[in-house]
């Protein structure tokens, strides 16, 4: 304690506070108030939270790296995460800062491959007069490409105009390419029969880059010569890991986990939140593998004025013995107010061996007297309802407790659902994996057995995944192969009709080369400038609406079933995605909706919170209907207030009020720091020692007025 004005008070400025806290209003409090207040793995102090942060914005960080969510980071959203003069571009598939995209991202003489400016010329415009012409296979430029551009009299042979065979016509049997002034065998992989490639102007078996390849087998193991699915899991789609050259749905490592769900469960091979408290942020807990606010042990309330967990919250107290001698737990608070006399710790314990024996309001445990609720009766809301096993009153016991819409958990009614009772008649589905009613079907994100599941995609894999088929005899006639769980019509090309080739389980037209778009036919309008093949989809855009887009191909969406639907998770933006997702690291995912800008919110949830980061649906009472208020971001109908009693003194009130104003109004919680006081009453009075709403005009609404602690109009 020092002196200050005549007394003694904890502090009179931030030094006198202990390390991690900061002095206002002559107390200590926990948090910052200045940069000087924080330490160097985190110099800034946010004035908002009062935390201490390793950066505000990205000019904080290195150079390389941006802010996200208050941490230095090389991960980025757009390109303006992206600060490093080289890796200026964001990939939309790695999440990460590279150097360039495509050629235009990429200087006059440099070329873009693996995202890195490579040297070398990007098309003619870029080779001098003497070899005017750019080799687009080695990046070269060269005298020739091909014979019209070599004289009369010569032929191009190694990119140089020279004498000797000119045309193909001049070259006999296999041998039929007129290629160096040579008959080869073949100039590209599409002269050699299938399952070949052109190597050195020779097929060979198998492939010789991942050019080569196409289909569900897009990589090539040049160990073997063999096209494959995968060599390593980053060959593979995110959320799926590399197994005997296949790419299997789930994980075996963090490593194969990315946000939002970074944590691997090793036990069912999926990508989790969290699988302990530790991998959630400060605040946050893990029940059920999900980060979730609030504590889960009394070891997550760091604050001596709240260790004990209750509900997932940090309380005073939870039962009597938390207090200290003389004062009882009420309302998670200590107190020295009581119920009857055994409410005080002083009054001698009486023996029991029923409750019978015990007075009004008390229970008998351990074969002592305990002061606790009995029935209902004995409780009031909010905390209706008496729990039987620990004699306390709570919101609720179980779902029938709570409105449409809500589910009783750790005896607490959460927005939201556990099975499709809870859901009101507009929004009547249930999915169990987000616990949010919904008004169309979708099917759980992981499944525990066939029960789960059910048409179009009625049995559960051994990787929890609802599927069409897990046999062939699962699969009808017309699409009679399963494969990777869908029903198929081809397994070989030997299925198709002339002219097409089995891709992805469906009969497709094979896929010529191309450079541009204009090189390709209708049926596959797309120039795939990595494989320089023409495709028929980059997104589900390109497809019709009953399809989604699978490696270039356009597959039968099982989406569209009647009312039931499935969705397509795959995702390049938000565009992509229902309303009631968006899309996080090339996924569709439910839950809070990232933003930058309000116009990246859809009409329900119209605002950006600068906070957090997310779409919410209101800041301010403006922002709500009629009848309507602004309570923690969401609009709530606003309750019709209870009847007036009219008072001179407290007696003339009921038990749990007080007179004020002439008015019975409910007694405010005793308190001494403002961290003590609920949301709607978030002042502590420090002469009264009393939660209030206000305690100058400045806490008030712009129309009302502070009056002993109320906000009045």
């Excluded at 140089?160 to 065998?185: H, I, P």
């Excluded at 302990?276 to 400060?282: G, P, R």
């Excluded at 007179?659 to 949301?679: I, M």
Aim: charged share 25%.
């Amino acid at each position: 304690m020092i002196c200050h004005d005549q007394a003694c008070v904890p502090c009179s400025k931030s030094a006198h506070c202990p390390v991690g806290f900061f002095c206002e209003n002559l107390q200590c409090h926990q948090g910052c108030s200045k940069n000087q207040d924080c330490p160097t793995h985190l110099p800034l102090c946010d004035l908002v939270q009062r935390q201490c942060q390793e950066c505000m914005e990205s000019s904080d960080c290195l150079a390389g790296l941006h802010c996200s969510e208050n941490k230095c980071t090389d991960s980025c959203e757009e390109d303006s995460d992206c600060t490093d003069n080289t890796n200026k571009i964001c990939s939309e598939m790695s999440g990460k800062c590279e150097e360039c995209r495509s050629n235009q991202d990429c200087p006059q003489d440099k070329f873009c491959s693996g995202s890195k400016c490579l040297k070398g010329c990007q098309d003619d415009s870029s080779c001098p007069q003497a070899v005017p012409l750019c080799d687009l296979s080695s990046r070269t430029c060269v005298q020739c490409l091909d014979q019209s551009h070599c004289p009369i009299g010569s032929f191009c042979r190694d990119h140089s105009c020279s004498r000797g065979c000119s045309k193909d016509n001049e070259c006999l049997g296999e041998w039929k390419f007129c290629q160096g002034g040579q008959c080869q065998e073949c100039r590209n992989s599409a002269h050699c029969p299938k399952g070949d490639f052109c190597s050195n102007m020779s097929c060979k078996s198998g492939c010789g880059s991942n050019q080569d390849c196409f289909g569900l087998n897009v990589v090539c193991d040049l160990s073997k010569s063999k096209c494959v699915a995968c060599l390593t899991s980053s060959d593979c789609p995110r959320g799926s890991f590399c197994q005997d050259q296949s790419c299997i749905q789930g994980c075996r490592s963090n490593e194969d986990c990315v946000r939002p769900l970074p944590a691997c469960d090793v036990t069912k091979s999926i990508c989790v939140e969290c699988l302990v408290n530790s991998d959630c942020s400060q605040g946050f807990h893990c029940p059920d593998r999900t980060c979730q606010a609030g504590c889960g042990s009394d070891s997550d309330c760091p604050d001596e004025n709240k260790p004990v967990c209750k509900s997932s919250k940090c309380v005073q107290c939870g039962v009597n013995d938390h207090c200290a001698s003389g004062l009882m737990c009420s309302n998670d608070q200590c107190t020295d107010q009581c119920r009857t006399d055994r409410d005080c710790s002083v009054f001698p314990t009486k023996p029991c061996s029923k409750s019978a024996h015990c007075e009004s309001g008390e229970f008998c445990a351990d074969y002592n007297c305990h002061g606790g609720c009995l029935k209902d009766q004995d409780c009031s809301p909010p905390d209706p309802y008496c729990d039987q096993i620990t004699h306390n009153c709570q919101e609720c016991l179980n779902t029938r407790h709570c409105i449409p819409g809500f589910y009783c958990k750790d005896q607490k009614c959460i927005k939201g659902c556990q099975d499709e009772s809870n859901c009101p008649p507009d929004s009547p589905h249930c999915n169990t994996s987000t616990n949010r009613c919904h008004s169309i079907r979708r099917f759980p994100k992981y499944c525990q057995g066939d029960a789960d599941c059910f048409a179009p995609k009625p049995f559960c894999t051994d990787q929890k995944q609802c599927v069409a088929c897990i046999r062939q005899m699962d699969c009808p006639r017309s699409n009679p192969y399963c494969k990777e769980g869908r029903c198929s019509e081809c397994d070989t090309p030997r299925d198709c009709r002339s002219g097409m080739v089995c891709r992805h389980g469906f009969c497709k037209p094979p896929n010529p080369n191309c450079q541009l778009n204009k090189d390709c036919p209708a049926t596959l309008p797309n120039c795939d400038k990595y494989l320089l093949k023409c495709i028929q989809c980059f997104t589900k855009r390109d497809c019709a609406p009953t399809e989604f887009c699978n490696f270039g191909d356009c597959i039968p969406d099982d989406s569209f079933t009647g009312d039931v639907q499935v969705m397509d998770t795959s995702c390049r933006s938000n565009l992509d995605c229902p309303t009631d997702m968006t899309c996080q690291d090339g996924q569709c995912l439910s839950g809070p909706i990232k933003c930058r800008l309000n116009i990246e919110c859809p009409i329900a949830l119209p605002n950006c919170d600068k906070y957090s980061w997310t779409c919410v649906e209101c800041f301010t009472q403006d922002d709500c209907k009629s009848g309507q208020f602004c309570d923690h971001n969401a609009c709530v109908r606003v309750e019709e207030p209870p009847p007036t009693i009219r008072c001179r003194t407290d007696r003339q009130c009921p038990a749990d009020q007080k007179c004020q104003r002439s008015t019975c109004q409910a007694a405010r919680k005793k308190c001494f720091l403002n961290e003590d006081c609920p949301s709607e009453m978030p002042h502590c009075d420090k002469y009264l020692r009393e939660c209030v709403q206000c305690s100058t005009n400045k806490d008030c609404p712009r129309n009302q007025f502070c009056d002993h602690g109320d906000c009045v109009i």
